[in-house]
């Protein structure tokens, strides 16, 4: 069984900063895919970012530059630094991982809310 728990969302001002957390248990952590993914009200979730077991990174072209992801595989954590945060930004905030043997596996979410 793997589970993935996000931590780190809440309430900031436009132009603050969060850090988005991710700890998943089982065995898949250091061979998987990590990501995040949002999903504003009423609209589709969307990726925010990946970042593969040997650290490569892929952004939602928009977000460049303000996001960063990384990950710490001794620690089966994934982490999104989010700077300069937007009301447009609001939205819940997915850890995603996916498995070699493509099987994907969800969070539960964690609010992340930007206030003008």
């Known amino acids: 069984q793997v589970q993935l728990v996000e931590s780190g969302g809440g309430l900031v001002q436009a132009g603050g900063s969060l850090r988005l957390s991710c700890a998943a248990s089982?065995?898949?952590?250091?061979?998987?895919?990590m990501g995040w993914y949002r999903q504003a009200p009423g609209k589709q979730r969307e990726m925010v970012a990946t970042?593969?077991?040997?650290?490569?990174?892929n952004y939602a072209d928009s977000l460049k530059g303000r996001f960063t992801i990384s990950r710490d595989n001794a620690k089966n954590t994934v982490y999104l630094q989010m700077n300069s945060l937007k009301p447009e930004d609001t939205a819940v905030y997915y850890c995603?991982?996916?498995?070699?043997?493509?099987?994907?596996?969800w969070g539960q979410g964690t609010q992340v809310t930007v206030s003008s």
């Open positions: 995603h991982a996916l498995s070699t043997t493509a099987y994907n596996y």
């Open positions: 089982g065995r898949l952590f250091s061979s998987a895919v």
């Open positions: 970042i593969t077991r040997d650290g490569r990174s």
